[in-house]
């Protein structure tokens, strides 16, 4: 268990003990990067921001029954199933097929490409762009912060298969903005 | 070329991460962080109120327990100092008294005492593992019945109320004289591990257990026998264990209670019940 992670338990449970300051600094920590995975994965703003809201609401009310080691895993599990799930009601075009790279994209305009804001955007809606499970192994590892181990934990996939999505995922990240690196 | 790509587009990634949930949204998660706590926190509290109650019933009886037992004298057996190859005489289960006017004590008594647990410190756990526990019983060994009659005859004074109901009087009890030396241990029963310490306690194990420690006091031999003792030809009822008993009120095990009073013995962590007596 890493530092940060025993801090993520030190934290949860003096919340649960009657400390109010630990789940306000456990919950900046992961404040905008578990925003960040809803929005990234596929959601708009207020939509991300339902489920955002829910995924707390889920940890708040079920922290008593969280007596694992990696509270970080267990709450980006709770996420994405919650998107997921919303996903598979509203729009299951989002959940296209994954691991053979040749999944569903977004149209992703390349022809204006400016320094600064277009480049921003551009990485948002090439990400959006992502096979959904490429998607999720690019978040998870670069916005969540989990190893690879943790991500074939949560995926419940091998490890040299979430190696695989990493690669194909940032290969096709560095195709659709080769312009903007 | 392509590790520095990976890095220039996670640079790059990096400043994209602007965005961040509403006010509103902080606002809301945090009441519902805190009414969760709160609610907790009652909770804990009306669990807590129902156990103090116990616990103070709990101790009230325990002092009302005392209290009625200090009343009663303590139970002493006696053991004759003679050869156990003799039959015994029956053992007197005599309360300590108020002695009689004009009369003595009875020499060799043999008490049992509350003591404290001996130190594990001073028997360390060997490391020889015995397979097998072989039953032994000496020559020397002397049965002591446990005989009503006898029993009235030798305590004209105990403090039982005539009018209270008639003892029962626990089972056959068996303790033989027994020696006090590794070597004669040894020869008991060869698979017995028994080790002495610096300080010249025996201690006597069987399958990783300690089952007798012997210790040379000013006053005597004193012995501390666990289950298991059985091997050395110690026979008692470890079953009736009065801790384990409701409590030791009913005068009709009231016999056995004292007897077996001594609970807070120790092996390894795990507590055992023990007997303990002094030999001449």
Redesign the interface.
Known sequence: MSTSEIDDIALLNAWRAGDMKAFDRLYQRFRQPLFLFLMRRGHGQAEAEELFQDCWMKVIDHSNRFDGEHFKAWLYTVARNLSTDRMRKHQPELLGDSDSGHGLTNEVSTERVREGEDCIELVRSSVAALPIEQRDVFLLQHEAGLSLQQIADLMAVGRETIKSRVRYAMDKLKQLLADCI | MSDQ??K???A??R????????QL??M???Q???K??AA??RKDRRWLWGLSTAAVLVLSFSVVLQVWMVQDSPLVIQKDSVSTSEHMPTPNFLPTPEPPPGGASEAGDRRLENLPAMPMSAAPMPEKTVAKEEPMLQEDQAEIAVDREAFRKKAPAHSLQQSAPEPRLPDAVVIPRLPASVEAFQAMAPRLVVEKSASGLIAVYTANKLILSVQHQPDGLVFKAWPGSEVLGIKLNWQLNPMQLSGCIDDSVYQQCQLQQDVYAHFEGVRLDFIQWNQQ
Request: hydrophobic share 30%.
């Open positions: 790509q990976d220039d587009l996670l790059l990634y400043r994209s991460r602007q965005e961040e949930p509403s949204t902080d809301r998660i945090r519902a962080a805190q969760a706590m907790r926190s």
